[in-house]
């Protein structure tokens, strides 16, 4: 792996290995210790920021996958860390399950989807780790541990969201819903009318979203519900559209001319015309929930709190205004409900997530720092896997128990073996 999918962060590490078994990961992680080496371990690579960057060693899972056990009485399975959602979505399907929530594309790890606080959309429903029952982890001692939510109630919601920090994921207990299909109404609204209204829609339905090109008045719910309609058969038109290489090879090609700043409101209103139109979609969850991969961009993503959503969503609209700011990407809108995970973005309130995306390099960093300055005049905290640019001195306020943590990760890890210059700045 020569980078992260966005190609801005290259990996430099000596060695790549992919461990057949825990012992094997165990003996590598005792070794690098009694050596001072560093290791960071990498699932699908799809996070924005530097996580996985490693000098010496980066690992990685993908021979630890599948599911281990799946057990019918308690909707929970078990699987192995480097498992990719994908994959995942069928097992789970195949055996009359799914996952209870999921983001926008599925080709994570479900180790790395859940250590960065990955997320999808729902004022009813948590980020992907708020699923997490129980945990395997090799520690950065090469030690061995396994726990569950009951066998340490006072520690275990440190764990899901941890960054790689705390030890190396080999296995995830999950709660898994009963198989489902969705129900997914897209319809298209003034973005006043749609800000009047967003207090009632966030709750109208079990998954709503909402995207955006801040130059077009125009925005586009989906009203998103969990159903037992089965899902009819796609035309060919819907097809070509959504699916095909051809439609992601124009919307690409769409959005490298709107680097060319006067561009970018025509191509903002032409995707608007061609994308956001009244239409009704049922397939499985995971069908819904997940879109074709997008061309590559930029994205940060803060949660706020939930009660901010329609003033960020203003003042985030006249900030791209007023600095002419080139966003020729959707700008979206989601809703998480409120965990106990000591990192999540979303501990102890429910949150809104508005992300700041953007393709191509024109512009984007002057549009990051005014972006990050807003959301976090609203107390926003940024999504770990995405881009953001704050360092140690902000997070110990917004985040309760920032020190316990780091009382925790000296447990775990108390040479540092899984550090970067990425955790050192958080950390200290
Ligand atoms: C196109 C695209 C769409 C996206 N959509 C969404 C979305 O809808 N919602 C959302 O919230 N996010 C979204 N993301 C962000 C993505 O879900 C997160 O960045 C996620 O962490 C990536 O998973 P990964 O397997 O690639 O992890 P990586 O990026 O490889 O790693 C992420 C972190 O997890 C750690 N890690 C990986 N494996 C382990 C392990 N076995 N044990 C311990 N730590 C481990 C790594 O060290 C690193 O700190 C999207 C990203 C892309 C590129």
Redesign the pocket.
């Known amino acids: 792996m020569k980078s992260?999918?966005?190609g801005n962060i290259p990996f430099q590490h000596k060695h790549f290995v992919q461990p057949e078994n825990e012992n094997q990961l165990a003996e590598l992680v005792f070794k690098a210790n009694q050596q001072g080496e560093k290791i960071?371990?990498?699932?699908?690579?799809?996070?924005?920021?530097p996580?996985?960057s490693s000098r010496d060693y980066l690992i990685n899972?993908d021979k630890l996958s599948g599911i281990k056990v799946m057990n019918s009485s308690q909707h929970s399975a078990s699987v192995g860390?480097?498992s990719?959602l994908k994959d995942l979505n069928h097992a789970f399907w195949g055996k009359g399950y799914a996952f209870k929530n999921l983001?926008?594309?599925a080709?994570?790890?479900?180790?790395?989807?859940i250590?960065?606080?990955?997320?999808?959309s729902g004022i009813a429903f948590g980020?992907l780790s708020s699923s997490v029952s129980g945990l395997k982890?090799v520690d950065g001692q090469g030690n061995t541990h396994h726990f569950t939510r009951e066998s340490h109630p006072e520690t275990f919601n440190a764990f899901p969201v941890?960054?790689?920090?705390l030890?190396?994921?080999?296995e995830v207990s999950l709660e898994v819903s009963p198989a489902y299909y969705l129900r997914e109404v897209r319809k298209p609204m003034d973005f006043d009318e749609a800000m009047e209204q967003l207090p009632e829609l966030m709750q109208s339905c079990d998954h709503f979203k909402l995207w955006w090109f801040p130059y077009n008045k125009k925005v586009q719910t989906y009203s998103i519900q969990r159903s037992f309609e089965k899902p009819a058969v796609k035309n060919a038109f819907n097809l070509l559209r959504e699916d095909s290489a051809f439609a992601q090879g124009f919307f690409a090609w769409l959005l490298q001319l709107g680097n060319f700043r006067p561009f970018v409101p025509f191509i903002n209103r032409f995707i608007t015309g061609v994308q956001f139109k009244n239409e009704t979609n049922v397939g499985r969850s995971f069908e819904v929930f997940n879109m074709v991969?997008?061309p590559r961009h930029h994205?940060s993503?803060y949660a706020l709190p939930i009660e901010k959503t329609v003033e960020a969503c203003k003042a985030l609209r006249d900030l791209i205004h007023l600095k002419k700011h080139p966003v020729n990407f959707i700008t979206e809108l989601?809703f998480v409900k409120g965990d106990e995970h000591w990192l999540s973005p979303a501990y102890g309130r429910d949150v809104c997530?508005l992300g700041g995306y953007m393709a191509g390099e024109s512009g984007w960093m002057a549009f990051l720092k005014d972006y990050e300055n807003l959301m976090l005049s609203f107390s926003g905290r940024p999504?770990?896997?995405?881009e953001f640019t704050l360092g140690l001195q902000q997070f110990p306020l917004s985040y309760p128990r920032w020190e316990d943590f780091k009382v925790l990760r000296k447990q775990f890890d108390p040479n540092g073996v899984?550090s970067n210059d990425w955790t050192d700045a958080l950390f200290g």
């Open positions: 992260n999918w966005l960071r371990v990498v699932g699908a690579g799809h996070s924005w920021s996580a996985c899972l860390a480097g990719r983001g926008s594309i080709e994570q790890s479900i180790a790395g989807a250590s960065t606080g990955t997320h999808g980020g982890l941890s960054l790689g920090t030890g190396i994921f080999t991969m997008p994205e993503e989601r997530f999504h770990w896997g995405k899984f």
